[in-house]
């Protein structure tokens, strides 16, 4: 049975992703479309987005505090914080490329404990609670089984920072595609990471992230039996701004060597 907070999370994703694909492929003039800096977008689907999702949860919990993308405030040590990307993959939504999705968390203190992710083009929910396991669409999914190097499909991220981490990042996935047997780049760091919950690729590499991006994955992932960890250690993620590395947690050790090589 579903708890009130993964009702309401579900209600506010599906509602979110309704708003989303209403603004589908109305955004053709993208010297117009607003941007955050020089190639992070914004656009009016994920300011709509956003206020529907805070007006559900709200509505449900007013005494909760909510800390979302675009009006990033609260995050204060709140008793329940609920972690909101309207729209991760923004840039692959406003050039009408079809994947992007709705990233809901609440986090209890500090400890995240439930994690909705709405790929609303393929209508997939994908959903986890603490010690409950993740489903897509209401079946139970688990990480791939997959533990030889050369099997190994990893998908990544560019940040827009351009600076010191994205060598980090292209200087491990130079070393990786010699190992592994493919890469990918999505555009959407909360679906990289539920495709690993569902076993769709095998591990996940991110440098320079907010918790909106990765909160709700990071649970899947965890809950579908993967490991997520810093990408310099198999420690726990570090503080702002987060480098991420998840995987099916049966190659995290190997790919972890190869990705911190000299």
């Keep these: 049975m579903q708890s009130e907070f993964m009702k309401t999370a579900v209600l506010a994703a599906k509602k979110a992703g309704t708003v989303i694909l209403s603004y589908r492929g109305k955004f053709t003039d993208l010297n117009k479309v607003k941007y955050k800096g ?40 709140a008793d329940f914080l609920w972690v909101v990307d309207p729209l991760d993959g923004t840039v692959n939504f406003a050039h009408n490329y079809p994947h992007f999705c709705v ?22 929910l994908f959903t986890a609670e603490k010690g409950k396991g993740a489903f897509l669409n209401g079946n139970k999914i688990s990480v791939s089984q997959n533990s030889e190097l050369i099997r190994i499909l990893l998908n990544t991220g560019f940040s827009y920072n351009r600076g010191e981490k994205m060598e980090f990042t292209l200087n491990a996935v130079r070393r990786l595609l010699y ?73 995290h050790e190997a790919l972890l060597k190869i990705i911190n090589e000299k």
């Design 38 to 77: 020089k190639r992070d977008i914004v656009t009016k689907a994920d300011f709509e987005a956003e206020k529907i999702i805070k007006e559900t949860i709200l509505k449900a919990f007013p005494s909760h505090e909510i800390l979302a993308e675009e009006t990033p405030r609260g995050y204060e040590l």
């Design 103 to 124: 990233s809901i968390a609440l986090k209890k203190k500090e400890q995240t404990i439930l994690g909705v992710i709405f790929d609303p083009v393929l209508n997939e």
């Design 179 to 251: 190992k592994i047997k493919d890469i990918r780049r999505s555009g959407s760091a909360a679906l990289d990471l539920a495709y690993i919950a569902c076993g769709r690729v095998d591990a996940y590499l991110e440098y320079h992230l907010k918790p909106w991006d990765l909160c709700a994955g990071a649970l899947l992932v965890q809950e579908a039996g993967g490991k997520v960890s810093d990408p310099d250690s198999e420690t726990e993620l570090k503080p702002l701004p987060i480098d991420c590395f998840a995987s099916n947690s049966l190659v």
